[in-house]
């Protein structure tokens, strides 16, 4: 089974919708990442938290939320989606107790938003 | 505004031969670096990683060189396999942003047989 969990895999719908995208990691790690993919763009971080308790903005915050409902689960929400948070979006964890912080991913979420 | 650049969108290699991937970063706070590979449907895995106090890590056929003074890292990749064909991100963090990761815009590799 894998480690980092996305649903849904791919999500198609209209402006002005609110949308949900889930995160869920066996991995036991404290901190946890939401990142969007575009073309020619990488991948930018839009929230990251390194513990129940603690959120963060990170560099496209805008138009988003999250909500770290346990240390396993990491949601991001679009609360009303607009056609240009059409992306490919990406749940991320870390373990903060090593000195080297290496990202797992998730397999992505593929959100259209028409 | 783009820290960490990759400003090779794609890259072809013959089988067998070397493979040189280049990550051009500004911010000189950067102290460690990352490159993750990522396949088609598949989220980004971790290959290889360089902390600022070293110039060169290696494991297996990947090497990561770092050259401070320019600003840039590279990921040398000998011999080149097919298996290796996937799109490589270069990431940078440093403590002042809590470990953020900057990630490049890829370069895609593909490898001839």
């Known amino acids: 089974d894998a480690d980092v969990t996305q649903t849904p895999r791919n999500r198609i719908t209209k402006t002005g919708k609110r949308i949900m995208l889930e995160c869920s990691q066996t991995?036991?790690?404290?901190?946890m990442y939401w990142y969007r993919q575009d073309p020619g763009l990488g991948l930018r971080l839009i929230y990251y938290s390194f513990d129940v308790k603690d959120i963060n903005k990170g560099e496209i915050s805008d138009g988003y939320s999250v909500s770290r409902q346990a240390q396993a689960k990491f949601s991001l929400s679009l609360e009303s989606a607009i056609p240009n948070q059409t992306a490919l979006y990406f749940c991320?964890?870390?373990?903060?107790?090593?000195?080297?912080?290496?990202?797992?991913f998730g397999p992505g979420t593929r959100l259209t938003v028409l | 505004d783009q820290q960490v650049k990759q400003n090779s969108p794609s890259l072809s290699v013959q089988e067998g031969r070397i493979s040189i991937l280049n990550c051009d970063y500004t911010n000189s706070m950067f102290d460690y670096f990352l490159w993750y590979k990522k396949y088609p449907a598949e989220g980004p895995t971790f290959l290889i990683s360089i902390s600022s106090i070293k110039d060169k890590n290696e494991d297996g056929r990947f090497t990561v060189f770092l050259n401070k003074s320019a600003k840039h890292l590279s990921l040398h990749i000998v011999p080149s396999q097919p298996g290796d064909s996937a799109v490589y991100f270069c990431a940078a963090s440093h403590p002042n942003t809590g470990n953020q990761f900057y990630f490049g815009t890829g370069t895609s590799l593909t490898v001839i047989p």
């Open positions: 991995k036991g790690h404290d901190r």
């Open positions: 991320a964890t870390s373990d903060n107790r090593l000195t080297t912080d290496t990202q797992y």
